[in-house]
């Protein structure tokens, strides 16, 4: 044999002990150094291997990191904080970059950390700017005290209301001092218009003159309750108000029908058809106009969980949609040569799409239904490709987009109970077990129908479940037999009361509606029945106080991680979630809550019955104070008038109660007038109060033992909610800050 000629291949690894030289140590070698440099090497190691061999879609959680960068600009107050949150999120992306540089020895150990910290800082900082740039945009500055005035304006919007007997119109409007362009909203009662009615021709361009009470928007009542003043802010609105005295019409709308004046007369023609209660609700699913449904009915259809049904939203565009969808395609296959020759799905898609946007623009073009629209029009898109149509990044771009373009939806109960909703929904539709449960098997017609319905109610279940805190922290009240009534209403409104509508409103082209409208009726009939009767169960409503923000995360964190992951990890989820469950659960209830201007307090008691009670400083007729008050309590029954109340004392200028909390006896002192009242007197009955509440300004005379809440210290903290046994104040002020819809004085 030749010999092999030896070819030098570089040092040899085990030259050292050859030279003489000692083995180097494992910490001395590059790779092992990441994982033996201590706990951070070995827990980036651990990240990097779950990020690789956990094969998500990173879409959905891009969509998560943008929602909360929008999320971080609304909970941080001030303007600094912004600033440091949009650096904070480049300069993560940047030092991923610079200390694993793509090419370098680093990037084969941490190439996917690296990817996720460079693409989640830079997407969090753009949400944070995208939200900032909207609402430096849109925001406009409210008017700066209450004031009656002469408004000329052109009307942008109209909007009937029957069931509250009123027309709310948005005007644009020039102030008559400064000449800034505003915009403002007025409600005018149908009684102000005369025997004449709704006059001719005032519709959106009509040029009207009129005189209104104008208020700056509304901020918050209490802690957690409804900020109408933000919602004003991204809208545009400046003020709002009602009119007083009458309407005049300088100059009437241009004759030609817009989406708007066709969406009324439909809604109009549909409540002709069927009168009542279903009238209102068949005009709300034809037209999008809910201004025709009594607050009663409203009231059970939220008490019994099928309020989502009055929304166009995810429901009603996709109804639509499949109804188009199915009907074209089984239409075009009676024709062999066309179905031959074209690919049907893609035709059918394209009329369902058609049909989705028509609808949408029909119903007002609303953000929810615009959301919905643009979720199916990905679906029917996935069909035409022969894609999997439901799927996570199909929610993430449909996300993505809604976000982008209206990013203050993120905080908004619409956009996170709509996509809530469709996220547990795929993620119960994709899991192991449930698809094992659908499989297509041998067996009778009954028993194959009879697992679909036991699946309805299931995917009920986990839509309430993902859903309730969600409606606890924006509505403080949640129906408890959602997923019952859903398992009938949802198949009543889906198969039977909207292809009834359609149906109808075809016929009626040629006259021959009345058969499907009395069907109309009779389904929305046993649809408010059974909201009605859900209602009406004892426990049907469970009322809950302002749950914390971090049990609310706690809430988002376990259910996102439920639905975005796959395999087992995904179970980790209810981890956080079970935690977040035992701190609702023992949501302290506010011993009292003083309203923003003073002129209402609620006082949470023991009954004599040993059932909470809600005392209230005044005997109010504003069902929106008593409400808030309610829902903020915990509290179901009416509120008890505090000088009803066995040791209360009372005159026609102050009431006082004697309050043990927290092992110690607190003395209140609540102003329930503008009665003057000599301030020696006041002085010496703040003195011997621990607590002021007082609508008024107080004289510096009056010294409480530990809070005096008049209306100089209200109108910077805003309403407030008072936790005695901790000594815990909570503020409307806190994380309102520097945003510009706060109305509150300023620090």
């Known amino acids: ?139 406009a500055e409210p008017i700066a005290r209450p004031a009656v005035t002469l408004l000329e304006g052109r009307v942008l919007e109209r909007e009937d209301q029957p069931a509250d007997e009123r027309i709310r119109l948005t005007l644009a409007v020039r102030d008559a001092e400064t000449g800034t362009a505003r915009k403002v909203r007025v409600n005018v009662p149908t009684a102000a218009l005369g025997e004449g009615g709704v006059p001719a021709g005032l519709a959106e361009g009509t040029i009207v003159r009129l005189r209104a009470r104008l208020m700056p928007p509304a901020s918050p009542m209490l802690p957690g309750s409804y900020d109408f003043a933000r919602a004003a802010w991204f809208q545009g609105l400046a003020a709002t108000g009602t009119m007083v005295g009458t309407l005049t019409v300088a100059s009437p709308a241009p004759e030609s029908r817009g989406l708007a004046s066709l969406q009324r007369s439909l809604a109009e023609h549909v409540r002709s058809q069927v009168e009542g209660s279903p009238g209102a609700i068949a005009a709300a699913f034809a037209s999008g106009d809910r201004g025709g ?44 040569a066309l179905a031959l020759r074209v690919r049907l799905p893609v035709v059918a898609a394209g009329a369902g799409a058609l049909a989705g946007v028509g609808y949408t623009l029909l119903t007002g073009a609303e953000v929810p239904t615009i959301r919905s629209c643009v979720a199916a029009l990905l679906v029917l898109g996935a069909l035409a490709l022969g894609r999997d149509a439901l799927s996570l990044r199909m929610v993430a771009v449909a996300a993505g987009f809604v976000l982008l373009l209206w990013p203050e939806s993120a905080v908004g109960p619409s956009f996170q109970m709509s996509f809530a909703a469709v996220l547990a929904i795929i993620a119960l539709a994709n899991s192991a077990p449930v698809q094992a449960f659908l499989a297509p098997r041998e067996e009778p017609w009954w028993a194959r129908t009879g697992r679909r319905v036991v699946m309805l109610f299931a995917t009920g279940v986990v839509i309430e479940l993902a859903l309730m805190p969600i409606v606890l922290f924006h509505f403080h009240r949640a129906g408890m037999y959602g997923a019952f009534a859903n398992v009938v209403a949802i198949p009543l409104v889906t198969f039977v009361a909207m292809p009834m509508i359609a149906l109808a409103l075809v016929a009626d082209l040629v006259g021959a509606g009345a058969p499907f409208w009395w ?97 209230s400083l005044r005997d109010g007729r504003s069902s929106y104070t008593r409400d808030n008050l309610m829902e903020l309590a915990g509290v179901a029954a009416e509120p008890v008038p505090l000088a009803e109340w066995k040791g209360a004392r009372c005159s026609s200028a102050f009431c006082t109660l004697t309050l043990q909390r927290g092992g110690r006896d607190w003395v209140l002192l609540l102003g329930r007038g503008r009665d003057q009242v000599e301030e020696r007197s006041l002085a010496a009955a703040c003195a011997d109060a621990d607590i002021v509440v007082s609508e008024r300004f107080l004289p510096r005379s009056c010294r409480p033992r530990w809070l005096k ?10 309403g407030l909610s008072i936790n005695l046994a901790s000594e815990r104040i909570t503020t409307v002020a806190e994380g309102q800050g520097s945003h510009g819809w706060w109305c509150g004085v300023k620090e």
């Not at 059970?300 to 109804?319: E, P, Q």
């Not at 809440?709 to 805003?718: I, M, T, V």
Request: charged share 15%.
């Open 1 to 139: 044999m030749r010999d092999v000629p030896i070819i030098p291949m570089g040092e040899d690894p085990g030259g050292h002990e050859a030279a003489g030289d000692p083995p180097p140590r494992p910490w001395q070698t590059p790779r092992v150094l990441s994982s033996t440099a201590g706990g951070g090497g070995r827990w980036l190691d651990a990240a990097e291997r779950f990020l690789g061999e956990a094969g998500f879609d990173r879409a959905p959680w891009l969509a998560v990191v943008f929602a909360l960068g929008i999320t971080a600009w609304f909970a941080l107050p001030e303007l600094w904080q912004w600033c440091a949150a949009i650096v904070g999120g480049v300069g993560a992306a940047l030092g991923a970059l610079a200390v694993w540089p793509p090419g370098s020895a680093a990037d084969e150990r941490r190439a996917n950390l690296r990817l996720a910290v460079v693409a989640c800082g830079l997407v969090f900082a753009l949400g944070v700017g995208v939200v900032w740039a909207r609402s430096a945009i849109v925001g």
């Open 293 to 336: 449904i009594a607050e009663s009915d409203e009231a059970a259809m939220r008490d019994s969980g099928l309020t989502h049904l009055l929304s166009i939203s995810g429901l009603h565009v996709s109804a639509v949609i499949a109804a188009a969808y199915f009907a074209v395609l089984r239409l075009l296959a009676l024709w062999p």
């Open 519 to 615: 069907l109309v009726e009779q389904s929305l009939a046993l649809l408010l029945w059974i909201a009605h009767v859900t209602a009406r169960q004892a426990g049907a409503v469970r009322m809950m106080p302002q749950i914390s923000t971090l049990a609310v995360a706690l809430f988002a964190c376990g259910g996102l991680w439920l639905a975005l992951w796959k395999g087992r990890v995904r179970l980790a989820g209810f981890l956080p979630v079970a935690v977040a469950g035992l701190l609702a659960a023992a949501t302290p209830v506010p011993d009292l809550l003083v309203a923003g201007d003073g002129q209402q307090v609620g006082i949470t008691m023991t009954g004599p019955d040993g059932n909470p009670r809600l005392l």
């Open 709 to 718: 809440a008049d209306r100089r210290f209200l109108e910077r903290s805003g």
